[in-house]
């Protein structure tokens, strides 16, 4: 069982959670929903596309402008509560790696704090535990919020993505967040080359053999572009095939671009898997 908030899923369900950005910056979108109504209309849109999460983030990953924690509260925190008020039923998340900002977004209405720095707040995990939330925590090689990675190295990279999440996702269950509550994700780019992304992606089996709900951020990541030499624009191809491979070893949430893409290919895996039935059986039995 997934608790995401206010909503729980069987195991045998996989979701696809869409990217919300609330930033004028973002490497892939360029700002396209950093004004609030464009980002609602996005919002509905992979409603439609059968999204079954969304995340939204107000500040870029990447290196970039400073972004205060005043200035991300005003991004996502009120808006947070439009979406709520729009879409009662929707599970929301909210990147964010700062406690002010996530007890902010979770009074108005968020299911999930998705920590892409790998706990830099330790009180992140106190405000998930006093609002019932889920979170997701990350491995990133020990860098701080908006740094690139420079010549990471690791013995194995896999291992330490395991101990990493692991150690972090106990620390949650040790604050209070219920265990059905806590999401691990390796992390791909993140305080990793292209080749460290790769070898976790073939690797991912060992992560989700852990018991834990693995989560993927493999949308039009820098390592796609540069194992094909493409640019942000043209890596969904690549970006599918790294999914295929995510699903077929069990990951649980897809965070993406691209929804309706992700949703077949993520289904037309699991249902190879056998881990989903098909659509509908009819060829040769009727």
């Known amino acids: 069982m997934l608790k995401l908030g206010h909503r729980v899923y069987e195991d045998e369900r996989p979701l696809v959670m869409a990217i919300v950005n609330r ?16 980002a609602m209309d996005r919002i509905a849109q992979v409603i439609e596309e059968g999204a079954d999460l969304v995340d939204i983030g107000g500040v870029k990953a990447g290196y970039g402008a400073f972004v205060s924690a005043e200035e991300e509260i005003a991004r ?3 808006f947070v509560g439009r979406v709520r008020a729009a879409h009662p039923d929707l599970v929301i998340s909210v990147d964010t790696w700062r406690c002010e900002v996530a007890r902010v977004v979770l009074a108005e209405g968020a299911d999930v704090l998705n920590d ?13 535990a006093e609002f019932d939330a889920a979170i997701v925590c990350t491995h990133t090689g020990g860098l701080g919020p908006r740094t690139d990675p420079h010549r990471p190295a690791y013995d194995d990279v896999m291992a330490a993505a395991i101990a990493d999440t692991t150690a972090y ?28 992304s790769l070898e ?33 624009g043209e890596r ?47 060829r040769g039995l009727s």
């Open 200 to 232: 976790i992606t073939r690797r991912l089996g060992e992560m989700t053999a852990l018991g834990y709900p693995v989560l993927v951020s493999l949308s039009n990541k820098d390592f796609v572009g540069e194992t094909l030499g493409r640019a942000a």
């Open 23 to 38: 930033t004028p910056d973002s490497f892939y979108d360029k700002g396209a929903t950093y004004a609030e109504d464009a």
């Open 236 to 282: 969904l191809a690549g970006t599918l095939a790294a999914t295929a491979v995510c699903a077929l070893a069990g990951a649980r949430i897809y965070r993406v671009h691209q929804v309706p893409e992700t949703r077949d290919v993520v289904d037309m895996v699991w249902s190879i898997a056998g881990r989903r039935p098909p659509y509908k059986a009819i």
């Open 116 to 128: 892409a720095w790998g706990g830099h707040d330790p009180a992140l995990v106190d405000a998930a």
């Open 76 to 78: 996502v925190g009120a």
């Open 169 to 196: 996702a106990e620390r949650a269950i040790a604050a209070g967040v219920r265990k059905e509550s806590v999401i691990i994700d390796p992390a791909h780019d993140f305080g990793k080359t292209t080749f460290h």
